[in-house]
């Protein structure tokens, strides 16, 4: 893998970064900004971007990078690794888990029987 580039994620100024991102000739960008910021910034985005594959891997960046550690095995096998994320960080993770994720669910549905669904 040759890395490319990075970049600040809380300082930066977008019009160059994408240039720098373009004239890179990066195959795959990664990008972790955090749930939601990471996500807006490809949606503004993505006309702009030249690259093929772009991935928002949020919190996931320091796992790779091996600042971070997962959750037990057993945990991931029952799909409960988020609950040992929450065990961690509570006051940051708790509105995302308990409310956000819900409250997501129930749009989807309400989505789904709405008169606007049409599949």
């Known amino acids: 893998m040759i890395i490319k580039g990075v970049q600040n994620g809380f300082v930066y100024d977008n019009e160059s970064l994408i240039e720098r991102i373009n ?3 990066t195959e795959i960008l990664i990008i972790g900004l955090g749930s939601g910021k990471q996500e807006k910034w490809i949606a503004d985005n993505c006309t702009k971007i030249k690259t093929p594959i772009v991935l928002a ?5 320091k796992i ?3 600042n971070k550690k997962r959750g037990p095995k057993f945990f991931r096998k029952l799909g409960l690794e988020w609950f040992i994320r929450f065990l961690s960080e509570p006051k940051r993770l708790w509105k995302r ?5 819900p409250l997501f669910i129930f749009r989807v549905i309400r989505y789904k ?3 606007e669904f049409k599949g």
């Open 23 to 25: 004239n890179s000739g």
């Open 57 to 61: 891997v949020g919190d996931g960046i």
């Open 64 to 66: 790779f990078a091996g």
């Open 97 to 101: 888990y308990f409310i956000g994720i």
């Open 113 to 115: 029987f709405s008169s």
